[in-house]
């Protein structure tokens, strides 16, 4: 596996995986900097945090997955016929190619946990909620697993526009059902609701007043739901995978 991690790796090195890694978090945290300014308090971390982790999980952070998804999968598209002569079974390059799309999307949010510290502690005033951050980013990463694990899918069933159509419409299902009770239903939902309590915005950006009940989501349960959701799409990509394979 660690073979074929590092070929997958390897072949997704060049110039547009680490530049669109860099520039996806570096654009929406200057445009969170530029945009807190039409704040009543703009030196106050709280503005800054709301846009941000309202439109990450919301905008930013689907339409990055896709693009990646659908850029991995499509480089390989023309060589698919040949994968029947690899010794490695194509549920496993499939997985490998999986696990590299998960670790890109760390790297880009470790990047935005990063630049966000920097910026806020460079424009910002008072204590710097270094846990806020890091918290709010790492959940929404395990919360988007299922979708990276959806996309890569949907990238192999429709290469870049089905991939792209579906990270515009989703996010926008998600946040309306994100205050439905019916929410744990809709996984783009679900990193927009797993960090209301950790930030206090409302899916729609508006900050919530205390004692709001949606300030009570539970994010242990919402962390495993993605997790599992995450291995059964994986495992059901995987297996459409080599059946295809098996087809062509």
Not at 75 to 83: N, V
Not at 151 to 163: I, Q, S, T
Not at 173 to 193: D, E, I, T
Request: hydrophobic residues 65%; without cysteine.
């Amino acid at each position: 596996m660690f073979a074929v991690l590092r070929a997958e790796w390897l072949r997704l090195k060049g110039a547009f995986v680490p530049l669109f890694l860099t520039v996806l978090p570096a654009s929406i945290v200057v445009l969170v900097t530029i945009m807190r300014y039409l704040a009543p308090n703009a030196t106050v971390w709280s503005y800054y945090l709301w846009m941000l982790f309202n439109w990450w999980p919301l905008i930013w952070g689907p339409f990055g997955i896709a693009i990646l998804a659908a850029h991995s999968m499509m480089l390989d598209k023309p060589l698919l016929r040949g994968l029947r002569s690899r010794p490695v079974s194509p549920a496993l390059l499939y997985l490998g190619k999986l696990l590299v799309l998960v670790i890109h999307f760390l790297v880009s949010s470790l990047l935005l946990i990063a630049l966000t510290l920097l910026s806020g502690v460079l424009l910002l005033k008072g204590a710097t909620p270094w846990g806020t951050v890091i918290t709010a980013s790492l959940l929404i990463w395990v919360t988007a697993l299922p979708l990276v694990a959806l996309m890569l899918w949907f990238a192999l069933l429709g290469g870049y526009v089905l991939p792209v159509v579906v990270s515009l419409v989703g996010p926008l299902s998600g946040a309306v059902m994100a205050v439905q009770s019916s929410w744990m239903l809709n996984p783009w939902a679900w990193p927009l609701r797993v960090v209301i309590p950790v930030v206090g915005v409302h899916p729609n950006g508006v900050p919530l007043e205390a004692g709001d009940p949606l300030l009570q989501t539970p994010m242990v349960p919402v962390v495993l739901v993605s997790l599992i959701a995450f291995i059964l799409f994986a495992a059901l990509g995987a297996v459409w995978f080599a059946r295809q394979e098996v087809k062509a």
